[in-house]
């Protein structure tokens, strides 16, 4: 039988305007913790139902002992993460989710982030590096302030290349534009992505045109996170068919050219 | 003082339970029994299965709000018959009753599916959740009008001896009024209720939070609404009644069924805490001995008798 | 970027107030002068007024549920000679509208307080708090019947030119029937809505925690039901609509206007933060300067164009 | 214009099981506070509603620049205060009520509490005794234990008198006996009560045959605190009429002999 566990908090710490990075004792979790899983994290201290559900978290990197969440601090969930001290404890379930997966015989990847999803791809460079695959980085954001929180990825990455509304260098164009000389240029074997609908897209055509591998992380709204209150579906297609799965269960990452992206 | 002899056994219409705990329809299935012992709870109750697989609402389904949730799910399903070859058969592993509840667009439909339902003898109840819109009436839920309330009962009641359970809104004027009518059709047994009809919006998109535009409301929030009406059914019905809404912790089962519940549904809690359930159990045992009451019955409603 | 000039100004039927932000009757009074300027807000609504003195119900009259609490108050009441001898001139010092809450056991109560509370030159509007008890038809309150509703306001109609608010329940199964009924009686503005009929007992004493059994929730947790009431109204009526459950803060209170509401009423976040109106206002100020709108229409109801 | 105070937590500390003691810097209210008079305390952090309401606590010792809260763990609001840190700031309103009365010209005093009464009274005594007047006390709780969190009061205090359930001698007789005694022996000119309804409908005789003054604190459910809500009221006789009346505005003190206990 699982079980959620209560996990003690290492460090919680705000890392620019609205990112903070948390880090928090795993050893007591048994599972092997996969990149592009996540955690439903109960923010509310026990019994005050303040906020009421859990959210979900996908693991930012992942440690011996530890793990590590890079979280935006949005409305009430975040806000009271953020709150926790070192020494607190907080109740997570899982790991829950189908992680990223890199095919044997891969070398080189490439990723594309966007805002917190940065976060969720973050693990998935710890781990292609581990393995000696080089990583390629394209991440977007609204300001260079965002991009602070993901300082750590350039550790696992050969290149990485920021854009930002702000210097105005995200537009859709541009990043295509990136992403090509990318692929093209380092021979690129899979690329993965998270954190926006828009570069989701993208990058499903990039993939369909240049005929490698793909994935998404989504992000659907999650209630239950454990396969039984559909809160968190998408729709996939898969032998010229719709259907309607559930991305907690199924997901969150998806092969990227089944997605029907809403 | 020596410890109370606790049985937690209850008849709900028929159908013998090992105690009062039961999931709320979807809220539960597989996925929760890595947590959850199954064998443990008094029935298993999988989420309401239409005729036609369907597909359910569009994105985003739910949002919080201050002590509860709004689902715009909508009903999700494989259909009929998947359910029976699906997922009736994966609940055999487990040693407690099915109930399985039912959605239709039709009194007709429900009938259909009654009978589809009742013949599996894996079923050992049918739970009618009518609260799903009736479409032959603009949409309006089954269970908010007193002679299609009754009509639907009826019906079904002609076609299975099982234990019918029917699961009424909360959104009405008067929840007596339906529930005496769902007696009269033959019912069983009564859940005490379905969610509260809400809607949230975002302030700043200034769209709604759920993409169905209005959800149901579950959670804390409702507990007292709920509780008002298990109270009210219970002064003018004599079936059982199975509470459910906003119950967290086995302090909320227990007032529910001081209001006059004989067992409880428990939805919402299970996404805060996957294996709640088991503590519920163990806290309504741990209350009966602490004031040493030996049967569930001795709390059935007994807040009446202290008015 | 210039800062827009924001005009708070609204009209709830014929009556202009300043600013779309007046207290729920009943949870508003003298003694909440020291913490609030007066006038500051859009309106003064003074705790409903019955024809009699009355004592209002017995204690404990309210407890806490979760995001809400019930309260039993009942209408504790000075009677309508004292109210206008006391109440009304007390106002006067203030320099915003009064309006005058009636509470009647009967339709032709109903009429007879009208007609001295309208008689008044310092009494700007009625409101008619059909959420009451009905004596004449076994206490179900009038607000829950169609006709009766209807009967109530076209009375009161007859006697008065001033603006006259109802004030829903929201305990009904077709908040749009009782809306229209009101309209077709002439109400110049709904006030959406009243409290949640509800209850909550207390497993230890295993007695109601509110003397009266049960009684009004009210407070966050019933705000996701009232917004979705406030929608449907506005579905149907063109009637201004004052919205009313669970406001907490300025968020809250835009919530309800995108919905459908051209002001609202704010009750229990009083008891939390006797000058929480104040901060309500400045919020609804900054939110319209923040995304550039000038007056309160062009976010009425805006929630249903964005659909 | 009054407003609420955010008063900093200086300590919190728990006295017994179930009796924990809290000050507070209270040198930003300028209003004279009196014993009797009590705060409606937001236990919770601002704009988390959990719990919902404000309590009600009367101050157990009123000094220059700080404010003693005496509070016992019942339900949610006072577990939420019982979390408090020194630091934390929490939020009050008041002071709230009408204060305890003393006469020109009292030299003896006598208090009859019961329970977390007892910190209501434990103010008065505390002024009594700098007016030199002289303060006797019976103190009734279940059992020793909730007595120990009011081993303050005997600083104020010529004599205490400790009943407890515990040892038996809290029964009504046996405390009538005491007060009776008490009265005649050191010469009371006025006694106050407060916890406990069997003890003010006790004391409410007394005073009537001893010809003494009397008050009581009343512990009404209160929602707002500041006269507008009716959730308080209690009965009180003035000139053979019956009036339901605020008891957080005409009280909570109130002369014993006016009050109905229901
Ligand atoms: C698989 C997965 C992995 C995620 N990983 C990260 C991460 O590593 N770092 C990070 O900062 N964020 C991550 N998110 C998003 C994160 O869950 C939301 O930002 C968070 O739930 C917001 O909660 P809140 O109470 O602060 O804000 P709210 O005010 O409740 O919501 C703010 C926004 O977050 C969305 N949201 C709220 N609750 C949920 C939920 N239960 N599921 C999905 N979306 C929700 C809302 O739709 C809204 O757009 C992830 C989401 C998913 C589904
Ligand atoms: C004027 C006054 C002075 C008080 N002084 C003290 C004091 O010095 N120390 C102390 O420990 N307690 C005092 N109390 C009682 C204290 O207010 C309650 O114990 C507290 O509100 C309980 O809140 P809770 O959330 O912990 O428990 P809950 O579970 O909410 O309630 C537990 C018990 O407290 C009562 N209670 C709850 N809320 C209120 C309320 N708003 N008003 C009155 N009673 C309530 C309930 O009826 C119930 O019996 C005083 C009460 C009043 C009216
Ligand atoms: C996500 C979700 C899905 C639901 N689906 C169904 C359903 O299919 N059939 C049904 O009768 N009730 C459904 N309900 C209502 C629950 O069974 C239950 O009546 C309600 O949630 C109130 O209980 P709670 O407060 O314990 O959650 C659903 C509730 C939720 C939250
Ligand atoms: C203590 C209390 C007393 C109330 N008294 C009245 C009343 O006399 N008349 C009335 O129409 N509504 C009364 N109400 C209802 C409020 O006006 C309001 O409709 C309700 O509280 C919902 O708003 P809120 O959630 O902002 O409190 C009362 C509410 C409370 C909490
Ligand atoms: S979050 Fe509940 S099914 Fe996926
Ligand atoms: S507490 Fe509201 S009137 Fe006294």
Redesign the pocket.
């Known amino acids: 039988m699982k079980a959620t566990s209560n996990l003690k908090v290492l460090s919680n710490k705000q890392l620019s305007r609205r990112y903070w990075h948390m880090a928090m004792d795993s050893s007591s979790i048994d599972e092997k913790i996969e990149p592009g899983q996540f955690f439903n994290i109960q923010s509310a201290d026990n019994g005050s139902y303040t906020p009421l559900l859990r959210r979900p978290f996908s693991t930012f990197r992942i440690n011996e002992n530890s793990l590590e969440f890079l979280y935006k601090v949005e409305g009430p969930g975040t806000a009271k993460l953020s709150e926790y001290t070192p020494g607190d404890y907080i109740n997570l379930l899982g790991p829950q989710g189908v992680p990223f997966s890199i095919k044997e015989g891969t070398d080189k990847i490439l990723l594309l982030g966007r805002g917190v999803g940065i976060a969720t791809l973050a693990a998935l460079a710890q781990k292609a590096f581990n393995q000696g695959i080089q990583v390629y980085a394209v991440l977007s954001a609204r300001s260079h302030d965002d991009l602070l929180a993901a300082e750590a990825l350039k550790d696992y990455c050969t290149e990485v290349v920021h854009v930002t509304e702000e210097e105005q260098t995200s537009g859709v164009d541009n990043v295509r534009e990136i992403m090509n000389n990318l692929i093209t240029f380092y021979q690129i074997d899979a690329a993965y992505t998270c954190g926006s609908r828009r570069l989701s897209v993208l990058l499903q055509n990039i993939i369909k045109e240049r005929n490698i591998d793909g994935e998404v992380a989504l992000e659907e709204y999650m209630?239950c996170g454990v396969g039984v209150?559909?809160?968190c579906v998408c729709d996939v297609v898969r032998n010229n068919t719709v259907y309607s799965v559930k991305s907690c269960e199924e997901g969150p990452v998806f092969p990227i050219d089944e997605v029907v992206f809403a | 003082m020596t410890k109370t002899d606790v049985n937690l056994a209850v008849d709900i219409g028929g159908l013998t339970i090992s105690n009062p705990i039961m999931p709320?329809?979807?809220?539960f299935g597989k996925g929760m029994e890595e947590f959850l012992d199954f064998n443990l709870i008094g029935a298993v109750v999988p989420?309401?299965i239409t005729k036609y697989p369907q597909k359910g609402n569009k994105n985003p389904r739910?949002c919080e709000t201050f002590g509860g949730?709004i689902?715009s799910?909508g009903?999700q399903s494989d259909g009929i018959d998947k359910y029976l070859n699906h997922t009736v058969p994966y609940y055999q592993q487990y040693d407690v009753p099915l109930i399985s509840?039912i959605?239709a667009e039709s009194v007709e439909e429900f009938e259909e599916m009654s009978e589809m339902i009742a013949g599996s003898p894996d079923v050992a109840a049918l739970e009618l959740?009518i609260?799903c819109p009736n479409l032959e009436n603009n949409g309006e839920a089954f269970g908010m009008d007193e002679d299609i309330t009754y009509e639907v009962v009826h019906k079904v009641r002609q076609i299975t001896d099982k234990p019918i359970l029917v699961?009424l809104t909360p959104n009405v004027t008067n929840i007596q009024k339906i529930a005496l009518a769902a007696e009269r059709g033959g019912a069983d047994s009564l859940v005490v209720?379905?969610?509260l009809l809400a809607m949230a919006i975002d302030i700043h998109s200034q769209q709604p939070k759920v993409g169905n535009v209005m959800g149901?409301l579950?959670?804390p929030a409702?507990k007292p609404v709920i509780v008002r009406q298990i109270f009210q059914v219970r002064e003018v019905s004599n079936l059982p009644i199975i509470g459910?809404?906003?119950?967290m912790n086995a302090d909320d089962a227990i007032e529910m069924i001081l209001a006059g519940a004989t067992a409880v549904?428990?939805?919402?809690?299970s996404f805060v805490n996957p294996s709640v359930m088991k503590d519920m159990i163990e806290g309504i045992r741990a209350y009966m001995e602490q004031y040493q009451y030996q049967t569930i019955y001795e709390l059935v409603g007994k807040t009446m008798d202290r008015i």
Chains 1, 4 share one sequence.
């Open positions: 209630a209150c559909y809160s | 709320a329809s979807g809220a989420k309401s739910a949730m689902n799910i009903i509840s959605s959740n609260s699961k209720a379905n969610t149901g579950s959670g409702i459910c809404g906003g119950i549904q428990v939805g919402t809690a």
